[in-house]
Nanobody
Framework: QVQLVESGGGLVQAGGSLRLSCAASRSIFSSAFSLNTMGWYRQAPGKQRELVARIRSSGITNYADSVKGRFTISKDSAKNTVYLQMNSLKPEDTGVYYC?????????????WGQGTQVTVSS
C-alpha cells in the first residue's frame, strides 16, 4: 500500500502561480530503470478527470497540451515527493488536483490516488 498526501492548493488570481506537492509513504523512484510513475490529474466540476502531467523514474515527463510551457513536474526521489509548479494560471485550470502513482512489479501494476487538493483560479 502507498499513501499519497497532497498539499499546496488554494485560491489564486489568473496569471499567478501555485506549487503542489505530493508525498508518498514509501519509495517510488528507487531505480531509474523502474517503470513506476507519479503524476497529477485534475477534475473540474462536471468534467472527467484528466491527466495534467506525469513523471517516470527515468525523469521522462509528459504533459497535457493545455499546460505545456506553463506547468512543470519534478521529483525528489530521496523524499519520495513529486511537485507540480503551475505558472501563468488560467481560470480553466480550476479543479481538484489528484496525485497518482502507478507501481509495476512481477508483471502487475498497482495504482494509488491521493485525496485531492482544490485549485481555484479567479479571473
Amino acid at each position: 500500500q502507498v499513501q499519497l498526501v497532497e498539499s499546496g492548493g488554494g485560491l489564486v488570481q489568473a496569471g499567478g502561480s501555485l506549487r503542489l506537492s505530493c508525498a508518498a509513504s514509501r519509495s517510488i523512484f528507487s531505480s531509474a530503470f523502474s517503470l513506476n510513475t507519479m503524476g497529477w490529474y485534475r477534475q473540474a466540476p462536471g468534467k472527467q478527470r484528466e491527466l495534467v502531467a506525469r513523471i517516470r523514474s527515468s525523469g521522462i515527463t509528459n504533459y497535457a497540451d493545455s499546460v505545456k510551457g506553463r506547468f512543470t513536474i519534478s521529483k525528489d526521489s530521496a523524499k519520495n515527493t513529486v511537485y507540480l509548479q503551475m505558472n501563468s494560471l488560467k481560470p480553466e485550470d480550476t479543479g481538484v488536483y489528484y496525485c497518482n502513482a502507478v507501481l509495476y512489479g512481477s508483471g502487475l501494476s498497482e495504482e494509488y490516488w491521493g485525496q485531492g487538493t482544490q485549485v481555484t483560479v479567479s479571473s
